[in-house]
């Protein structure tokens, strides 16, 4: 399917164990990034890449890590979940250059609850 | 970190009610996007602007950059039940990392047919 697609779209974990959230999108854009929405704070950034295995910390980055192997796969994994990290997480990716990098189409959202 | 103020919060309009919602920053913008979310979805974009002064529409929806850079504003003309959802603002400060936006907290519209 074309587009950006996440997987899982919810999941449920328990506090101290390993988490990866995927990404992936089927448009060659350079840029991808990783949000995470909470009441009360809106949409913040956790990491970006601006191309394969560029990656830069965003607002929120502690307790998460990012890899760009690929540059159409960006995975997002908390190595030790917390209860904090309870949210729902937003990929979004966008073209490279100029305003379009600006631009940015999500996906659907993975909602994650740590127990 | 660097903040939008994003108001109102949340709306309730009746159908047919013009809407007008802003976000507004001490900070100077090069770019002013508006999104809308809806339920269990991920953000869709609705417009985008990149000069002061600037004013698009797409549809029933207007948008404004600000002059000062600092702000933006979005309206929706008489406004349906399809319009229900979350608004966002964002925005690329100047001099900030293409790509990195600042957004606002959203203003949740709810419309009564």
């Known amino acids: 399917d074309a587009g950006i697609t996440q997987s899982p779209r919810y999941k449920i974990t328990e506090t101290g164990r390993q988490v990866t959230l995927m990404c992936h999108q089927t448009w060659s854009h350079s840029y991808m990034f990783w949000y995470r929405q909470d009441l009360g704070h809106g949409l913040r950034l956790i990491y970006y890449?601006?191309?394969?295995?560029?990656?830069d910390k965003g607002e929120v980055p502690d307790g998460y890590v990012v890899s760009r192997s690929k540059t159409e796969n960006f995975p997002l994994t908390l190595e030790s979940a917390t209860r904090s990290q309870t949210s729902v997480y937003f990929c979004?990716?966008?073209?490279?250059?100029?305003?379009?990098?600006?631009?940015?189409?999500f996906g659907a959202g993975s909602r994650l609850t740590v127990l | 970190g660097q903040q939008l103020n994003q108001s109102p919060q949340s709306m309730f309009i009746q159908e047919g009610e013009d809407v007008s919602m802003n976000c507004t920053s001490s900070s100077i913008f090069n770019t002013w996007l508006w999104y809308k979310q809806d339920p269990g979805e991920g953000p869709v974009l609705l417009i985008a602007?990149?000069?002061?002064?600037e004013l698009t529409s797409n549809g029933r929806l207007t948008a404004q950059f600000g002059t000062t850079r600092k702000d933006s504003f979005l309206n929706i003309s008489a406004s349906i039940p399809s319009d229900v959802g979350i608004y966002f603002c964002a925005g690329q400060l100047r001099g900030g990392s293409q790509g990195n936006l600042i957004f606002g907290k959203g203003t949740k519209l709810s419309v009564k047919p």
């Open positions: 890449s601006a191309a394969a295995d560029i990656t």
């Open positions: 602007l990149y000069k002061a002064g």
């Open positions: 979004a990716s966008s073209e490279g250059g100029g305003s379009g990098a600006n631009v940015l189409t």
